[in-house]
């Protein structure tokens, strides 16, 4: 080899920063690595490519009507439609109002729950809410569901749940490819691939964000959660690894959220939540979610009961974060403290959707908490009741409990204080920015956070006159008007509006 060659020379400036040996060999490595990675993804992005106009060669065949015009294909992303709870609401409240303004589309809800058929989707969802669509729906069932259980994920459940949703996603683009997607259920790992696969035009609205600046704080912070175990919070270097983890996690939520070309949230905290986070304040908007207030307002106000003593009701999914042993520990506290005095007669009742038998389990677990704590003939748990007996036990209770810390929203707070119960919410979330504020200077309801706040509200509440509690329920009923249905359809709309052009 003659000194003037170049291959010469580079050996040379590789012996200088690399004297031995096997370094030498690794990075005379790293240019072929390097041709070779970048054919590879040149090689992926024409496969994506390639898929992308099959799908799209698909989606012309069949959004063809009969008469030869091609339909447009809106699709809703909601692997659980068949629950009962306040996201099923706005899916279904959605589709109503989409099917009013554009009735010659054609409306695709890809689904999980393959247990049952379209129609009994359909009676459910009138059972549950008092909701008809005024044209059909097809229902696009996915076998693999389970992926986003978060069952199957011990440890990394939400990078677990994300990528689970990504497969699931893609399940549901091979049977339908839509014209408009819209996630309505908070799996925003499937936007890109609706985006940029399926060449869809896609909405997102936001319930609760996966990860949240919260939670970041409560791993920092070392706090004992539902979603941060104590043998974590009691180890220095496992709070700092997941807290790694999150902040990863929550720079790839970022990403994958930016992808949607409208974004609606539904509260102030959310909303705080998602612009820091997806960084797209220029297409979020606020919607909030449709409370059949008009439902509640033939309650009447007055104290009438059927049965002597006060009924404390608690409306809500039994989902871990709702938190309900804290309801049924406060419950225990008021009565064995006797913070009431001559005490009337007391009831708790519960009553949510079970989605899985992982909310059976937990209602199970529920009752055992009421016997050892001795209060299980003061508790009940209704489970996936008609609407109209949800109506019946709001129109008897005195006081709607809540729970959950920084719940997103909070349906079951609306429709508690449009039936004319005295609402007490936990002191956080989207119950203390949005809904249980002063009304025209009056209170509309109650917060608290501990067991103790909230057995000492309870007895404050059950020792006010009934004037006062009359007084409270009226402010509360007056406030919630800008939660109802016809609310909702406008904001919807016009949020959505972007989408159709």
Request: aromatic letters at 12%; a positive charge.
């Amino acid at each position: 080899m003659e000194r003037g060659d170049s291959s010469y020379v580079l050996a040379k400036v590789l012996e200088a920063f690399c004297p031995c040996p096997r370094d030498l060999f690794f990075y005379s490595l790293f240019f072929p690595g390097l041709i070779v990675c970048g054919t590879l993804c040149v090689c992926l992005v024409i496969v994506l490519w390639g898929i992308r106009l099959l799908l799209q060669r698909k989606k012309k065949l069949v959004s063809t009507s009969k008469n030869g015009k091609n339909q447009m294909v809106i699709a809703f992303f909601h692997p659980y439609c068949n629950a009962g709870g306040g996201g099923e609401r706005v899916l279904w409240c959605a589709l109503r109002a989409l099917q009013k303004k554009y009735p010659e589309a054609v409306y695709v809800v890809y689904t999980g729950d393959v247990n049952v058929n379209g129609q009994q989707i359909l009676e459910g969802a009138f059972r549950r809410f008092n909701i008809r669509l005024i044209h059909p729906v097809q229902f696009v069932f996915l076998r693999k569901r389970y992926l986003v259980e978060d069952s199957l994920y011990p440890h990394f459940t939400l990078l677990g749940q994300s990528l689970g949703s990504i497969f699931l996603g893609w399940e549901a683009l091979m049977q339908c490819v839509p014209d408009v997607y819209i996630d309505s259920m908070g799996y925003a790992f499937t936007l890109p691939l609706f985006k940029y696969i399926g060449g869809c035009q896609v909405g997102s609205y936001v319930h609760y964000p996966t990860i949240s600046t919260d939670m970041l704080s409560v791993v920092k912070n070392q706090n004992i959660g539902f979603n941060n175990a104590a043998f974590i919070t009691r180890n220095p270097f496992l709070s700092k690894v997941k807290l790694i983890y999150y902040y990863l996690f929550a720079f790839i939520y970022g990403l994958v959220g930016s992808c949607s070309d409208v974004v609606m949230v539904n509260s102030s905290w959310t909303l705080n939540h998602i612009l820091s986070l997806w960084k797209v304040g220029n297409c979020t908007n606020i919607v909030y979610p449709p409370c059949d207030v008009q439902t509640f307002l033939d309650i009447p106000l007055h104290e009438k009961k059927m049965t002597p003593g006060h009924l404390l009701v608690s409306v809500g999914q039994f989902r871990p974060e709702k938190n309900h042993p804290l309801q049924i520990r406060a419950f225990a506290k008021l009565l064995n403290k006797k913070m009431v005095e001559s005490p009337p007669s007391l009831k708790l009742v519960l009553i949510g959707g079970c989605r899985n038998k992982d909310d059976e389990l937990r209602v199970n677990q529920l009752r055992r908490l009421s016997e050892d704590l001795g209060v299980q003939e003061y508790v009940e748990f209704k489970i996936n009741i008609p609407f109209d007996e949800l109506k019946n036990y709001l129109s008897e209770a005195t006081i709607g409990l809540h729970t959950m810390w920084n719940e997103h929203f909070g349906i079951g707070v609306v429709e508690c204080m449009a039936a004319g119960t005295i609402i007490l919410a936990h002191n956080s979330g989207g119950p203390k920015l949005d809904i249980v504020v002063p009304h025209e200077g009056d209170i509309t309801g109650f917060l608290a956070e501990s067991e103790e706040d909230y057995a000492e509200t309870i007895a404050h509440i059950l020792s006010m006159s009934a004037e006062k509690r009359l007084q409270i329920r009226k402010s509360a009923r007056a406030s919630v008007s800008r939660f109802s249905d016809q609310e909702f359809e406008v904001t919807f709309l016009s949020s959505v509006e972007k989408l159709f052009k």
